[in-house]
T-cell receptor, first 114, second 113 residues
């Protein structure tokens, strides 16, 4: 089956930029997503990018997509303590053979040091 | 964006019993999914809830254990049957339209004792 990989932990100082990386194997990925999960909470959709784009910016968030290398990253500028959470990368295959379901990575736990 | 209401938000259940989780969406959606997140783990798809027909289950999940209903385009239920402590997880409802983003409910945190 398809696979999504991401590093498990990232620690940054408040005010610095955070970069969370993700790689995936599905050549037919249509959308790639970033979700945030705080302790005891559900998944909050942060942003997503269509597979024919290479960059998307939304306030403090920048998503970069290298489709050739199947590499996705999420950059959070001016990281705050409230950004401490688990960040999940996910992809969906909306092609004719796909099922529109999402495949998730294991999540990256971001710790922000005051 | 879709607003998803999931109930209950959490429950503690005795082993051998069943729990039905409800997912209500504020608009009609094409697709509804049920995921499981075991403690400290990522999300695994249980099944796709199909309106008016039987759900499509992923490998490792069966209808007898996780019966799903979807009577219309805004509502679905997932039942966790004959529960054991291994079923302790967060269960999440997700919705999306074709070629649109996927949204999640807040999840149901289930503890089986």
């Amino acid at each position: 089956g398809e696979d999504v990989e991401q590093s498990l932990f990232l620690s940054v100082r408040e005010g610095d930029s955070s970069v969370i990386n993700c790689t995936y194997t599905d050549s037919s990925s249509t959308y790639l997503y970033w979700y945030k999960q705080e302790p005891g909470a559900g998944l909050q959709l942060l942003t997503y990018i269509f597979s024919n784009m290479d960059m998307k910016q939304d306030q403090r968030l920048t998503v970069l997509l290298n489709k050739k290398d199947k590499h996705l990253s999420l950059r959070i500028a001016d990281t705050q303590t409230g950004d401490s959470a688990i960040y999940f990368c996910a992809e969906s295959d909306d092609s004719g053979a796909g099922s529109y379901q999402l495949t998730f990575g294991k999540g990256t736990k971001l710790s922000v040091i005051p | 964006s879709a607003v998803i209401s999931q109930k209950p938000s959490r429950d503690i259940c005795q082993r051998g019993t069943s729990l039905t989780i409800q997912c209500q969406v504020d608009s009609q959606v094409t697709m509804m999914f049920w995921y499981r997140q075991q403690p400290g783990q990522s999300l695994t798809l249980i099944a796709t809830a199909n309106q008016g027909s039987e759900a499509t289950y992923e490998s490792g999940f069966v209808i007898d254990k996780f019966p799903i209903s979807r009577p219309n385009l805004t509502f679905s239920t997932l039942t966790v049957s004959n529960m054991s402590p291994e079923d302790s997880s967060i269960y999440l409802c997700s919705v999306r339209g074709a070629r649109t983003e996927a949204f999640f409910g807040q999840g149901t945190r289930l503890t089986v004792v």
